[in-house]
């Protein structure tokens, strides 16, 4: 049964801590992986990964691929307050044409 | 554990028809939501359910409707179907309002 588990559940840091966030996978037929912000209502996209290896990166965030051992990070350097809310990682999948959705990770970040 | 199920996986139809889509939440959620997600584009917050009554409304056309029944499943019903209506239909469900949503499968509508 394809899945998506991200870790951890939860997690409250201070202003200015690093984290990684975490997204593995089991799907068939994988196609892409998006990591998604949630704040309060609709996810905003993020990142789309493809290809193993490389980082995509927009100011503090990056994200990289590993398809070999199926999972993904997610990097926020120098938190901020503002980057307090849920981050999805959702893989797609070509043959059912499906987005599976992990159950998220919670960030607080505390000035 | 049992996931957010949404019913139909895909659905084909043509303009001016109708469409209704099917989502039943997690067992124990009182809460649902339903996304639009074009292609590219992030999803689109439609409108939520809580405990059976309307909690709160987005960019929902009016030719949408949706409900909550006894048995907390929802359904979105869509007429007047435009070409533009084609695309992933989101459902998630969340135990309490301002937790953690679990989303669904998805239902992908094309209308032709």
């Known amino acids: 049964e394809d899945k998506v588990v991200q870790s951890p559940l939860s997690l409250v840091v201070h202003e200015g801590d690093t984290v990684t966030l975490n997204c593995s996978y089991e799907?068939?037929?994988?196609?892409?992986l998006l990591w998604y912000k949630q704040e309060k209502k609709a996810p905003t996209f993020l990142f789309m990964l493809?290809?193993?290896?490389i980082e995509k990166k927009s100011g503090r965030l990056s994200s990289i691929l590993d398809k070999k051992e199926l999972f993904s990070i997610l990097n926020i350097t120098a938190t901020q307050t503002g980057d307090s809310a849920i981050y999805l990682c959702?893989?797609?999948?070509?043959?059912?044409?499906?987005?599976?959705f992990g159950t998220g990770t919670r960030l607080q970040v505390f000035p | 554990a049992a996931g957010v199920i949404q019913s139909p996986r895909h659905l084909i139809k043509e303009k001016r028809e109708t469409a209704t889509l099917k989502c039943y939440p997690i067992?124990?959620?009182?809460?649902v939501y339903w996304y639009q997600q074009g292609p590219g584009q992030d999803p689109q917050f439609l409108i939520s359910?809580?405990?059976?009554?309307?909690?709160d409304k987005g960019s929902i056309p009016d030719r949408f409707s949706a409900q909550q029944f006894s048995d907390y499943h929802s359904e979105l019903n869509m007429s007047s179907l435009e070409l533009g209506d084609s695309a992933l239909y989101f459902c998630?469900?969340?135990?309490?309002?301002?937790?953690?949503?679990?989303f669904g499968p998805g239902t992908r509508l094309t209308v032709l």
């Open positions: 998630a469900s969340s135990p309490d309002r301002p937790d953690t949503q679990y």
């Open positions: 799907v068939t037929n994988f196609r892409s």
């Open positions: 493809t290809s193993s290896g």
């Open positions: 959702a893989v797609e999948s070509y043959n059912t044409d499906k987005l599976i």
């Open positions: 067992p124990r959620h009182d809460t």
């Open positions: 359910f809580y405990e059976k009554m309307q909690s």
